[in-house]
């Protein structure tokens, strides 16, 4: 089946800790994307990546890292450095980066900070 | 102002009834404009795309596009109970890069 992984489902981290949260995709896309949603927020860009070894922060990236080592890999870090990191991630994919870019998503990972 | 507005509060639509949704955006150079459905809990999914003035159709879904007026609306007809869902408003600016800008979405409620 094609499709966008995300794991884990559920992520606990407790102050200070960084945490890395993966995204898999099989679709063949180029582009990849991660946002954040909180409760009754839109979606809000973290990171996005055009091509392999190649990724752009987004509007609230400070806190956050990531890396494009393979074209089916996105996997973002949540550092200690991220103040309010509780929310949905959600791992997205498109398969060019121009203008008509369907973006699909993964199903997210929703972390707590304890 | 705001990239994408969704200015509406939760809308309930008895069942068979049409749904309307109405999204602003503000960037006028905007090239593609998406809807998506998300169900409490879950990710959401792409229901429709639109990239031309006018109208696009799919099964229920109508989008509708005015470049004009820079707005974008979704028409569900024959609302059901699985329509239940909060929908997100897209908007491709152009800012030369292939961002995605969201509204924060409207909830419908389809009674039965």
């Known amino acids: 089946d094609g499709g966008i992984t995300q794991s884990p489902k559920y992520l606990f981290r407790k102050e200070g800790q960084n945490v890395t949260l993966s995204c898999e995709q099989n679709?063949?896309?180029?582009?990849m994307y991660w946002y954040r949603q909180d409760p009754g927020q839109g979606l809000r860009l973290i990171y996005y990546?055009?091509?392999?070894?190649?990724?752009q922060k987004g509007d609230i990236a400070e806190g956050y890292s990531v890396s494009r080592e393979k074209k089916e890999s996105f996997p973002l870090t949540v550092t200690s450095a991220q103040k309010n990191p509780t929310a949905f991630y959600l791992c997205?994919?498109?398969?060019?980066?121009?203008?008509?870019?369907?973006?699909?998503f993964g199903p997210g990972t929703r972390l707590t900070v304890l | 102002q705001k990239e994408v507005e969704q200015n509406s509060g939760p809308l309930s639509v008895p069942e068979g009834a049409i749904a309307s949704l109405n999204c602003t955006y503000s960037?006028?150079?905007?090239?593609?404009f998406f809807w998506y459905r998300q169900y409490s809990g879950k990710s959401p999914e792409l229901i429709m795309f639109?990239?031309?003035?006018g109208d696009k159709e799919d099964g229920r879904f109508t989008a509708q596009l005015n470049k004009a007026s820079q707005y974008v609306s979704l028409l569900i007809r024959d609302s059901q109970p699985s329509d239940s869902a909060t929908y997100l408003c897209?908007?491709?600016?152009?800012?030369?890069?292939?961002?995605?800008?969201f509204g924060k979405g409207n909830q419908v409620v389809v009674i039965p």
């Open positions: 997205a994919s498109s398969l060019t980066s121009g203008h008509y870019n369907e973006q699909f």
């Open positions: 679709l063949n896309h180029d582009a």
């Open positions: 990546s055009q091509i392999v070894n190649d990724f």
């Open positions: 960037d006028r150079g905007s090239q593609s």
């Open positions: 639109i990239y031309s003035n």
């Open positions: 897209a908007v491709n600016p152009n800012y030369g890069n292939n961002r995605l800008a």
